[in-house]
Structures are given as structure tokens and as C-alpha cells.
């Protein structure tokens, strides 16, 4: 996790890009993992024989929560933490589009613009978030989310 800063210092990095993640391998064991905790075993995740068969995409595909939910783990690497803060609390998303497809063995990345931080008090911060989740080699995301966050103070 990034170094922690002064709320007013977080608030000035509003239009910045605040930070990029390192590369995650999105193989075909997290894949499997995903689909058995959500009970979601839509061939084209779990059947890598069937999808090169029966799908464009040429092997099973991650499921798009499963790129969504990697975004806290991306977060926890590179976004800045605030002095005093007692907890974080996901917001939930104003814009979430799944652009493409992250094949079995690909590598992703979260890329972290802060767009807004708005005091909602003296003790609550909401922040939004751009999002981009890359896929390495790719032209195009995986996917790109405006994410909110409540930051409360101690």
C-alpha cells in the first residue's frame, strides 16, 4: 500500500493519475476458484476444450466480476491511504462497462485516476475514482469503472 497522506494533500490530487498497479495473472486456477465460490460454471470460464471449440475467444474467458473484484487488490497496491482514517468503505460504481474479454493466462492491471474527493463532513470523505483495468498486449481494457468510496475518519 502506498505511503499514507494528509486528507487536504489527497484532495489536491484530484485529476491526477494516482497510481498503476503491477501486472496480475488471471490463469485458468483463479479462474476456476471464482466461478466456485459465485457458483457461476458457464462453460466459457470453466471448459477450456468447449470454448476453443464454441467461442471467438479461442480459450475460456475470466468472469467480468472476477476483473472487477481484482480492482481491491490493484487499490491496496497503489492508492495513497489517509492519515486518520478509521475505515473505507466501498461506495459502489456510478459507470462499470466490461470492454473485453481477459483470456485464461493474461496479465491485468488497475490504472487509478482520482476524479473527485468531496467532504460529506467532518469526519467523511466520498472519493471517485476512474478505473481502467488493462490487459497486457491489448488494445483495448478489460474493462472501466467510475468507483466510489467513503473514507471515514477516526
Do not use: C
Amino acid at each position: 500500500m502506498a505511503d499514507a497522506i494528509a486528507r487536504d494533500a489527497y484532495i489536491k490530487l484530484v485529476g491526477q493519475e494516482v497510481g498503476v498497479s503491477s501486472w496480475h495473472v488471471v490463469d485458468q486456477k483463479r479462474i476456476d476458484a471464482f466461478a466456485e465460490v459465485t457458483e457461476d460454471h458457464q462453460f466459457i470460464h470453466v471448459d477450456p476444450v468447449r470454448a476453443a471449440k464454441e467461442t471467438p475467444f479461442g480459450t475460456t474467458i475470466a468472469h467480468g466480476f472476477l476483473s472487477l473484484s481484482l480492482m481491491s487488490a490493484f487499490a491496496y497496491e497503489v492508492l495513497p491511504s489517509i492519515e486518520g482514517t478509521a475505515m473505507s468503505v466501498n461506495y459502489g460504481f456510478d459507470k462499470l462497462r466490461f470492454v473485453s474479454p481477459v483470456r485464461a493466462g493474461a496479465r491485468v492491471r488497475g490504472r487509478f485516476t482520482l476524479t473527485d474527493a468531496t467532504l460529506r463532513g467532518p469526519k467523511e470523505l466520498l472519493s471517485r475514482t476512474n478505473v481502467t483495468v488493462e490487459i497486457e498486449g491489448e488494445s483495448k481494457p478489460a474493462l472501466v469503472a467510475d468507483w466510489l468510496g467513503l473514507i471515514i475518519s477516526a
